[in-house]
């Protein structure tokens, strides 16, 4: 693993940071996925790092959902290796697999609640799964939760049906925060949301990553996000990433697709252009 100094500390000084802040927490190399003779995703290589919010951007239909589920193991690869924490997937034993998977928290995209469950007891079906705690300190946690992500407490109680857009997305966050993960993964977070309930997820997002010390993937097509929260960006094109680096490399990239996502119309009212 290597320790990198590239990323700017987000973290007020006062607070105390992670010790392996920047450090290389997952490292995918060589990735190879296909379906049939369709190939996705060819020789891939990514890095993520301790305490930063990737935004991972790509056209539609490029492979960023594929990507998301290869890395969390949902979808199999034909080749390449995956590092996470340290430890190499493939080579883990069922019980070192089992702790990594309580370290990867996962926001889907429509939030992918259970609609016959709470949101307490959404919160609750990953602490079932793999914690045995009492149902009072359960109860407890997940209302920890539920404060955490900015819900009200009489949010406990609802059922997705009865929640708006933004508190979908706010409860997916508490279960995928409910094991107290290093590393999250929010696949287009802020997709359907009002342009201000939008920004206020941008917001408890950087919240998060400041006083947990979150590490944060973000598929995201919103550029808002991708200028006012992310440490730095990566973009998926011809089946590897195309270009990693923060929102001035993306401006300075020559590559079409780069150019005319970051220079483009709706870009020109969010990114100062030169
Ligand atoms: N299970 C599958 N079987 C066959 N093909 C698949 C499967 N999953 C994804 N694909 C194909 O892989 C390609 C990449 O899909 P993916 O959903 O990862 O794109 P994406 O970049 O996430 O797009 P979007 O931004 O529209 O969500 C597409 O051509 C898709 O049809």
Known sequence: MSVT???????????????DFGKVILEARGINVAFGSHKVLENLD?????????????????????????ILQLTSRQGGAIRILGVDYDAATPAQKTQLDMKLGVLFQQGALFSALTVLEN?????REYLELPQKLMDELALLKIELVGLRPEA??????????GMIKRAGL???????????????????????SAAEFDELIAKL???????VY???HDLDSLFSVCDRIAVLGNRKILVEGTIEDMLACEDPWVRSYFHGKRARSIVPQN
């Open 5 to 19: 100094e590239t990323i700017t500390d987000p973290q007020d000084s006062t607070q105390e940071r992670h010790p």
């Open 174 to 196: 508490a279960r995928a925060l409910a094991l107290d993960p290093d590393l999250v993964f929010l696949d287009e977070p802020t997709s359907g949301l009002d342009p201000i």
């Open 123 to 127: 919160i609750q079906v990953p602490m």
């Open 209 to 215: 990553r400041d006083t947990l010390g979150l590490t």
């Open 156 to 165: 406990a109680s609802l059922y997705p049906s009865e929640l708006s857009g």
């Open 46 to 70: 990514l890095d993520i790092r301790r305490g930063e919010i990737l935004g991972f951007v790509g056209a539609s239909g490029a492979g960023k959902s594929v990507l998301l589920r290869t």
């Open 218 to 220: 973000m598929v995201t």
